[in-house]
């Protein structure tokens, strides 16, 4: 495809943030003439880029203004999330819609995941859209450094090289999960608003990172976020990355685990939400194990607002499920660990309003994000 003008370009990324937007309204967002906008959404609908809908409704006064959205025939993106238990991939649509998912579980091998079924269902995508695929964004669940190559302790994985998902790919991007969660929850959830928002997921540990005005701070080596290496937990206990006394291994189903005084689970996270669920239907001690993970995660919660000074911080994955299920214990230990002046308005701590879909909402937008620029060369 040609390189479109600049406008153009920002036409399409206002339609991906809004689907739905009039011309009209996007004419203003662009800071672009009624004709001007009339040209070029005319020459994106040409290329099968936008689609225009039905006129929208109201308006008042002239020819009523049609919304914008994504082509039917238009482009897809493909994110794709490995977890600790399974594997997802889905095409995407401008606008964020998924249209086709593929999902299923995994073992924990490497080349059974990495190079094996997720590429076969990556490679089927690609196969039933053809060229409207544009590229391929992927989150991990571990540092992925260089955007390339994934170091999952939790899976006992080092240096699992993730464009073997799509070798020669014109975009493909590869990020830590909870890296692309945080970014999903500035483009498209509570996040939107915020100045400086840091985003806390708690999986198998606990990952996350900090959008300043929108933009993600990634590091030199685009590993930074990982605040459950912070040593905010308890000295005596060992963490995979090889460090003692990681946060995360203060808040997440390893750490119910050992306050319960049961052997470490295979599976953390399914774990976690079983204690969770025993803890909501009554079991006293299940609560008090929740209880003491949801603090353990407030007082670390309060480490980060009084170094970084968030206007919001949002929790994603079993985060959301702890501030859900002990809201008074984790905002006491967040209080309790604030600096005074903090005290009279402390940021918010709520939960990830994209949730779930955090990591793969994240790893589409990265996509597009690289999409607009290789749009405007
Ligand atoms: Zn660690």
């Given at each position: 495809m040609s390189a479109l003008p600049d406008r153009a370009v920002a036409m399409l990324a206002a339609v991906h943030t809004r689907?739905?937007?009039t011309r009209a309204e996007a004419s203003r967002v662009l800071g672009i003439g009624t004709g001007g906008a009339t040209e070029v959404v005319g020459r994106l609908v040409d290329e099968r880029l936008l689609a225009e809908g039905p006129a929208a409704p109201g308006g008042g006064r002239g020819r009523p203004t049609r919304t914008l959205t994504a082509h039917p025939d238009g482009p897809l993106v493909l994110a794709a999330v490995i977890t600790h238990e399974s594997w997802q991939v889905a095409a995407v649509e401008l606008g964020g819609a998924p249209v086709a998912a593929l999902t299923g579980r995994h073992a924990g091998d490497p080349a059974d995941v990495a190079l094996g079924r997720l590429r076969t269902a990556v490679t089927g995508l690609r196969d039933r859209y053809g060229s409207r695929v544009r590229g391929l964004g992927v989150a991990g669940p571990g540092i992925v450094l260089d955007q390339r190559y994934l170091d999952a302790t939790g899976l006992g994985w080092t240096g699992v090289d993730l464009w073997s998902l799509w070798p020669g790919a014109d975009v493909l991007v590869a990020d830590n999960d909870a890296t692309l969660a945080a970014l999903a929850e500035s483009r498209r959830g509570?996040?939107?608003?915020?100045r400086l928002a840091v985003h806390l997921r708690v999986d198998a540990g606990l990952g996350g990172a900090v959008v300043d005005a929108g933009r993600l701070v990634v590091g030199a080596r685009g590993?930074?976020?990982?605040?459950?290496?912070?040593?905010?937990?308890?000295?005596?206990v060992r963490c995979p990355c090889g460090a003692?006394?990681?946060?995360?291994t203060a808040v997440d189903g390893t750490a119910l685990a050992r306050l319960l005084g049961e052997?470490?689970?295979?599976d953390p996270v399914t774990y976690a939400g079983q204690v969770i669920a025993h803890a909501a239907a009554g079991d006293e001690i299940a609560a008090g194990a929740v209880g003491a993970a949801a603090a353990a995660l407030g007082r670390g919660i309060a480490g980060l607002v009084n170094a970084l000074d968030p206007d919001l911080v949002t929790l994603g994955g079993l985060g959301a499920d702890l501030l859900a299920a002990a809201p008074a214990e984790l905002d006491a230990a967040c209080r309790a660990g604030l600096m005074r002046f903090r005290h009279a308005t402390p940021p918010p701590v709520v939960a990830a309003r994209?949730?779930?879909?955090g990591p793969l909402t994240g790893a589409a937008e990265r996509v597009w994000d690289r999409w607009w620029e290789l749009l405007r060369r």
């Open positions: 689907p739905g937007l509570a996040a939107v608003d915020a590993a930074a976020g990982e605040f459950g290496h912070l040593p905010m937990g308890d000295p005596a003692r006394g990681c946060w995360g052997p470490e689970p295979s994209v949730g779930e879909a």
